[in-house]
């Protein structure tokens, strides 16, 4: 026989994951967020700069047209859009290929210092966002170790932002336009996945004390009700 209880936890832990998934894009998000960059690296290197630019704003129209026709969201696919559109703006002012990854560097960078900002004004991010997106209220915030999970999670989001700026930034740098290409792929979803798995901790931990929590609290408010139920009934008998 197994937990009713037990099976309804660990549903909402899979849920909780599978809602994280889909928030970054799912499975397909890696693939459709690599294919601009890899055509944007194919085609300059074959055709030059100003292909690999409209080669790669194509295929970001491409993708846009492909959710659209699968019914799947379309937000992951205009804000994709705008980034390859950004870079290929800087890359065509710049007149170089690396320029087309300078803006995610220096995106990098300002993501990782909001996201260390957010910890320091004890309001992580990945605490923040989640319950956000989810409309559970800032209950997490006010139980201190929900938010310290929370503080972790978000330290290791911007670890992750740090580490994309320090490797890809020395790249830029030295003028390898195939490595940043390959850095950023390696660097993007991947490392997401392994800062995921904290911030699924981080959620699972948090669920987990507030339920306690709120059973502690129901269970006492019970027992007062009983108390003072036990207490009016003898007063008659008192008297």
């Not at 792929?185 to 392994?194: K, N, R, S």
């Amino acid at each position: 026989m197994t937990d009713p209880a037990s099976d309804g936890d660990e549903k909402a832990e899979d849920k909780n994951e599978a809602t994280l998934l889909e928030q970054m894009g799912g499975v397909s998000g890696l693939l459709y967020s690599s294919l601009p960059v890899v055509v944007f690296v194919l085609a300059n290197a074959f055709f030059g700069l100003q292909a690999g630019i409209w080669s790669s704003l194509a295929s970001a129209v491409a993708i846009a047209v492909l959710r659209l026709v699968r019914k799947e969201p379309l937000q992951p696919a205009i804000s994709g859009f705008f980034g390859v559109a950004i870079a290929a703006f800087i890359a065509y002012r710049t007149g170089s290929a690396k320029g087309f990854f300078l803006f995610g560097i220096w995106a990098s960078l300002v993501y990782c210092g909001v996201f260390l900002g957010s910890v320091l004004v004890r309001w992580p991010l990945a605490g923040v966002i989640w319950n956000f997106l989810n409309g559970t209220g800032s209950a997490w915030h006010k139980d201190k170790p929900s938010r310290f999970g929370y503080d972790i999670a978000t330290l290791t989001l911007a670890a992750v932002f740090a580490a994309r700026f320090v490797v890809q930034r020395w790249l830029y740098n030295a003028d390898h336009t195939g490595w940043l290409a390959f850095a950023k792929i390696a660097m993007g979803y991947p490392l997401y996945a392994l800062a995921l798995l904290v911030v699924v901790w981080a959620v699972r931990r948090s669920d987990k004390r507030l339920k306690a929590l709120e059973e502690a609290r129901e269970a006492e408010e019970t027992e007062t009700e009983a108390a003072l139920r036990v207490k009016y009934s003898q007063r008659p008998n008192e008297a």
